[in-house]
């Protein structure tokens, strides 16, 4: 790709989310032709990690790594904290609906979202018929 052509933090996410783990390596190859040694510092929640990318590419990682779409591996090789790799994060729909277990309520995968239990109106009295000790 040409440096007019980079990714876009959606095509980023496109392609991350497509499969189920997406090394480093990968992106590089996919999406970064130039500048071979560079090493981009990553930094969320006092948390720090370097990943193999250019500052560019490297904002759109953290960007969604900030936004919890994506997930970042580290290496257990080295000391140092660094991304060897990136896997999306998937919120399940029964988390995001507030379902009990594993989102299904009766065991074949369709499912009804919980109804809440209607709170009836409070009775209101007008003032002027309350009786006079209870005004």
Do not use: C
């Not at 960007?63 to 591996?73: K, N, P, S, Y």
């Not at 729909?93 to 309520?105: A, C, E, K, Q």
């Not at 919980?114 to 109106?121: F, I, N, T």
Request: glycine content about 6%; aromatic content about 6%; hydrophobic content about 35%.
């Amino acid at each position: 790709m040409t440096a007019n052509k980079r990714p876009s933090t959606s095509s980023l996410r496109r392609f991350i989310s497509s499969r189920p783990y997406v090394a480093i390596a990968e992106l590089r190859r996919r999406f970064i032709q130039d500048q071979p040694d560079a090493m981009t510092r990553l930094e969320r929640d006092g948390q720090v990690a370097w990943v193999g990318l250019p500052d560019r590419e490297a904002a759109k990682l953290q960007d969604l790594w900030l936004r919890d779409e994506i997930g970042l591996q580290m290496s257990v090789e080295v000391r140092a904290p660094v991304v060897v790799g990136v896997f999306p994060i998937r919120i399940s729909r029964y988390v995001m609906d507030g379902l009990p277990h594993n989102g299904t309520n009766n065991g074949n995968g369709l499912y009804e979202p919980l109804s809440r239990p209607a709170v009836p109106p409070e009775p209101t009295t007008p003032i002027a018929s309350l009786p006079s000790s209870a005004k």
